[in-house]
């Protein structure tokens, strides 16, 4: 029996590079993305293009989406030319969007009412991860079904965790972010105070980011903000979208997170000053102007 057929909804920085994989492991990919020259490459590496996402789904046995927010989850799942609507009974669907757990789990009951299998998994990595296969990749849903696609997944992954039932692997991606919002905060201030110390940036990188205060932010993040790169490994504005649904869901928990709250307010100034495109690292220039 050879290799299941996969469908990619959302070509962009994260899913390119994950299609990518799955082409050079001989999988069949039908993609679909709402401006079709963004696939251009894919397609020209082998990738067969859908004209909507429900058709993409059609030709394939297993779906996966990579959308931007809880708005495009549900216009790809739920609207007429959606997968819902094209879903045949033992099919699969993924959804690696970093998306509201509650829709998540909506998702997996009403896949489960037309017999198909579902997992919410979210990922995290960046732009480094998807290009290196390295993702760390947080699944939430049926146990047997997160043994059957694994191989699948293990194919731009390197950390690839069951967190448990429809919902929880939504639910650790908002941690994931939780702790990114705020580390970043720090990586930011320590470089803002090695600068106004009159040290060496690339020098007290050195240091820091193999002892203690090391983290993923610090070794990525950190040498692109030293040379004034803010392009995305991850949008601003996604980063914002997400600190909202962890704000939402921990009200609901009655849990405060004055950390982040800090770190939702200073972003969100960002994006009213147009840099809601940049990656996550432009947070530095709260300091440049502070």
């Known amino acids: 029996m050879g290799k299941k057929k996969i469908a990619f909804i959302g070509t ?52 996966l989406t990579m ?5 495009d989850v549900e216009e790809v799942y739920y609207s007429e030319d959606g997968i819902f609507n094209s879903a045949r009974e033992g099919m699969t669907f993924i959804d690696m969007t970093t998306s509201s757990p509650a829709l998540a789990k909506r998702i997996a009951a009403d896949a489960e009412r037309k017999g198909i299998s579902s997992l919410d998994a979210p990922v ?11 993702l760390s990749i947080m699944c939430g849903g049926k146990e047997q079904t997160f043994n059957e696609v694994l191989p699948i997944l293990q194919v731009f992954g390197k950390q690839i965790v069951y967190q448990g039932e429809a919902g929880a692997g939504q639910h650790t991606k908002m941690c994931n972010q939780i702790a990114i919002a705020t580390n970043m905060i720090g ?35 950190a040498p692109r903000i030293i040379k004034e790169d803010f392009e995305p490994g991850f949008f601003v504005k996604h980063f914002l979208k997400d ?25 969100n100034e960002l994006v009213e000053e147009g840099y809601g495109e940049k990656g996550t690292q432009v947070l530095y220039k709260q300091y440049e102007r502070a």
């Open 187 to 221: 990586v930011c201030e320590a470089l803002a105070y090695g600068k106004e110390a009159g040290l060496d940036a690339e020098t007290v990188l050195e240091s820091i980011s193999s002892g203690a205060a090391g983290s993923w932010s610090l070794s990525n993040l």
């Open 67 to 71: 959308v931007g927010y809880p708005s």
């Open 12 to 63: 962009g920085v994260m899913g390119s590079s994950i299609i990518k994989h799955l082409l050079h492991a001989s999988y069949e990919v039908i993609v679909f993305t709402r401006t079709k020259e963004k696939a251009e490459a894919l397609i020209g590496l082998g990738a067969k293009w859908a004209k909507t996402a429900g058709l993409a789904a059609a030709e394939a046995d297993i779906v």
């Open 124 to 134: 995290s990595g960046g732009d480094v991860g998807a290009q290196n296969g390295t």
């Open 243 to 267: 600190m909202n649904i962890a704000l939402v869901e921990a009200e609901q928990m009655n849990l405060p997170l004055p950390g982040l709250q800090l770190a939702k307010e200073m972003y």
